[in-house]
């Protein structure tokens, strides 16, 4: 089955600093990518995604990445602000619908 | 903006005992999940549901586990005789309205249910 590692496991950043988080899997037939977030006590949200036929896609400032060759997929955020810090998780799927996460990455933003 | 519901937020049972945990998807939706995140650990998937139906599960998923739809709007998981190991969250989703195309449509996750068995 498919498989996801994230990296890091935790990041603390500066205001106003970018944040990357980047996740690989194994399973060359993914071919949808979403990165949610999730915040104390609620489940996970939604925030961007991706599928295997876009290289980039970005939403004011947060971007996701892609690499098919290298079965790769980051997400970038861009001037971030103390709002962002949540647990961060990338997934992985095949049109089977069902998602595999990969471990979760715990952003703190520092004032 | 419409949301996935769970109740209850927190289930503390005794080992060996039944616990149902309850969701309401988005009413329009068709596709229906469970995952789990036992403390510290990957978000998994448990079961998807459609059409009445189970259409994929697990190797978590063994006998002990069931799932249903008894009303048309709760979707509930229920564990017959808990272990000590299914202490977990366990979040509900749901996706997806008419046919899906070659497009993945967005998962919508409820806040979950923190289940603790002692």
């Known amino acids: 089955g498919e498989n996801v590692e994230q990296h890091p496991s935790t990041l603390s950043v500066q205001e106003g600093d970018s944040a990357v988080i980047k996740c690989t899997y194994s399973d060359s037939a993914s071919n949808y990518f979403p990165w949610y977030k999730q915040e104390l006590g609620k489940g996970p949200q939604l925030i961007i995604d991706i599928r295997s036929n876009v290289g980039e896609k970005k939403d004011q400032r947060i971007a996701v990445t892609l690499n098919k060759t290298a079965k790769h997929f980051s997400l970038h955020i861009t001037e971030t602000q103390p709002e962002d810090s949540a647990v961060y998780f990338c997934a992985a799927s095949r049109n089977d619908y069902k998602l595999s996460f990969g471990a979760g990455t715990t952003v703190t933003v520092r004032a | 903006e419409p949301e996935v519901t769970q109740t209850p937020s927190h289930q503390v049972t005794q080992m060996g005992q039944e616990v149902i945990l309850r969701c309401v998807p988005i009413s329009n939706h068709l596709y229906f999940y469970w995952y789990r995140q036992i403390l510290g650990q990957k978000v998994e998937f448990l079961v998807s549901?459609?059409?009445?139906?189970?259409?994929?599960k697990s190797e978590i998923f063994d006998d002990q586990f069931s799932v249903e739809r008894p009303d048309g709007s709760n979707f509930t998981l229920k564990i017959r005789s808990t272990k000590l190991e299914d202490s977990a969250m366990y979040f509900c989703a749901s996706q997806g309205g008419g046919v899906l195309t070659s497009y993945q449509e967005t998962q919508y996750f409820g806040p979950g249910t923190r289940l603790l068995v002692l």
């Open positions: 549901f459609y059409n009445n139906e189970i259409s994929e």
